[in-house]
């Protein structure tokens, strides 16, 4: 029981820090999510020109710190109702585990395929994501893969509209010595 509620006062602190808590938490991770579709745009660029893929594979490194906001950005692991320190009982089955989502050795990988439709000449790019080496339902369907398009469309508002600096921007102050 004490290790329930010690996992649980661990989940409030992410949640409200980095995960759903704010929406500023997530929206740290909008450039972050941006660079991976650049890189998934670029491969996909290259191989419909027949160029060799120049990157065909792009490592970032970070923490919980910097997975646990993107993932809630993308919608994963959010719970109907906020966690809070008064619906413990409520929460007992929430998808919010930041112990499980996050663990101490956590990674998130895009897999990018191309495959040629058998019935038509058509090329299609599909996406899948693992999380921890686990295949990670998509956000958008449940399904476990993607195609390429789809998934950018479900994203779109995030891939168009991130504004980190106007978000992160200073007010301005007056430095003038005037009184």
Same mark, same amino acid.
């Given at each position: 029981? *004490?290790?329930?509620? =010690? $996992?649980?006062?661990?989940?409030?602190?992410?949640?409200?820090? +980095?995960?759903?808590?704010?929406?500023?938490?997530?929206?740290?991770? &909008?450039?972050?999510?941006?660079?991976?579709?650049?890189? =998934?745009?670029?491969?996909?660029?290259?191989?419909?020109?027949?160029?060799?893929?120049?990157?065909?594979?792009?490592?970032?490194?970070?923490?919980?710190?910097?997975? =646990? /906001?993107?993932?809630?950005?993308?919608?994963?692991?959010?719970?109907?109702?906020?966690?809070?320190?008064?619906?413990?009982?409520?929460?007992?089955? +929430?998808?919010? +585990?930041?112990?499980?989502? %996050?663990? !101490?050795?956590?990674?998130?990988?895009? %897999?990018? !395929?191309?495959?040629?439709?058998?019935?038509?000449?058509?090329?299609?790019?599909? %996406? @899948?994501?693992?999380?921890?080496?686990? %295949?990670? /339902? =998509?956000?958008?369907?449940?399904?476990?893969?993607? *195609? !390429?398009?789809?998934?950018?469309?479900?994203?779109?508002?995030? *891939? @168009?509209? &991130?504004?980190?600096? $106007?978000?992160?921007?200073?007010?301005?102050?007056?430095?003038?010595?005037?009184?």
């Amino acid at each position: 029981m *004490l290790e329930m509620v =010690l $996992e649980y006062l661990n989940d409030l602190k992410q949640y409200w820090k +980095r995960g759903y808590g704010y929406t500023i938490n997530s929206q740290s991770s &909008c450039t972050l999510f941006q660079d991976i579709f650049q890189h =998934l745009d670029k491969a996909v660029e290259q191989k419909q020109s027949s160029q060799p893929i120049s990157s065909p594979v792009i490592l970032q490194f970070g923490h919980a710190e910097t997975l =646990l /906001p993107l993932l809630s950005l993308m919608g994963y692991f959010k719970d109907k109702e906020p966690l809070t320190a008064y619906n413990y009982k409520e929460q007992m089955h +929430r998808k919010f +585990r930041s112990g499980h989502i %996050v663990p !101490y050795a956590s990674n998130l990988i895009f %897999v990018l !395929y191309h495959c040629k439709n058998a019935k038509t000449p058509k090329e299609e790019f599909q %996406v @899948q994501m693992l999380l921890n080496e686990k %295949v990670l /339902p =998509l956000a958008h369907s449940q399904e476990t893969v993607s *195609l !390429y398009e789809d998934l950018k469309n479900h994203y779109k508002d995030i *891939l @168009q509209s &991130c504004h980190t600096s $106007e978000k992160c921007e200073l007010p301005k102050v007056n430095t003038s010595d005037e009184l």
